[in-house]
């Protein structure tokens, strides 16, 4: 019934609830897709018209409007996807996207330059921005959306971890007087990132680099499917040419 469906989605986004209702929803509703370019324009998120991470120092003091900076994150998204691949992972509810994060090796992320904490470790990719929608905060959607990401990057290969510039709020802050730089803004919280399996690697009062290693982030039967994925890419039967195929024997 759709009311009983309303009221389950306002369990799952609560802090309060049957864990059975809560499991039973989760079965039905949630699923974790790539992100792709139709799936950019439909997160409702405020780093959609954000571009920080995609320009450099020379670009990024430019102001420009919401729309031109939802273009170049839209334009740095289609290059990573051409160059390199799947570059993010979205969670929907009921089909609507409510949450995802976005990654990608820090050669095609020139705003980590602006932290102090920068460089990147070599045998990692960064972790550049996410986002649940509050009305399903508290659900363990980011922990999924974080092991999704996992998986995809194990059955890559090449990489060991994830690192991501995390914002500390020191003590006594008020919100919006945060006195770190202004790109930091758009960096993940410090307490979301250590909860999700990141430690500290490089340590800063405002905006420490963590890292995760992405075996720590998954169970032992995810490892067990990407160690398949990773087979699926590099065990492919040789090509025979044509001239060089044994017929069937005659009858």
């Known amino acids: 019934m759709p009311g009983s469906r309303a009221r389950a989605d306002r369990v799952v986004g609560g802090s309060i609830g049957s864990q059975s209702t809560v499991r039973r929803v989760w079965q039905v509703a949630r699923k974790v897709v790539r992100l792709t370019l139709d799936l950019l324009e439909e997160l409702d998120a405020p780093c ?42 979205v969670v929907l509810v009921d089909g609507r996207a409510v949450g995802h994060l976005v990654y990608a090796p820090p050669a095609f992320v020139p705003g980590a330059d602006a932290f102090a904490t920068s460089p990147v470790s070599p045998d990692a990719v960064l972790l550049v921005s996410g986002y649940v929608d509050p009305v399903h905060a508290g659900g363990g959607l980011g922990r999924v959306l974080v092991q999704a990401m996992a998986r995809d990057l194990l059955g890559r290969g090449g990489y060991r ?40 690697q490089r340590p800063h009062p405002l905006t420490p680099r963590m890292r995760m290693d992405l075996r720590s982030a998954l169970s032992w039967r995810d490892e067990v499917e990407a160690a398949i994925e990773r087979l699926r890419g590099a065990v492919r039967p040789a090509a025979v040419p044509a001239a060089e195929r044994s017929e069937p024997p005659a009858p």
């Open 48 to 89: 959609r018209t954000c571009a920080t991470w995609q320009l450099d120092p020379v670009r990024r003091a430019r102001a420009c409007s919401p729309q031109e900076a939802a273009d170049e994150r839209a334009a740095w998204v289609s290059r990573v996807l051409r160059e390199w691949g799947s570059c993010g992972r």
């Open 161 to 200: 971890a994830v690192e991501a510039f995390g914002r500390a709020t020191p003590t006594g802050s008020a919100l919006g007087a945060w006195p770190g730089p202004q790109v930091a803004r758009c960096a993940l919280p410090v307490g979301f990132l250590g909860g999700v399996g990141f430690g500290t």
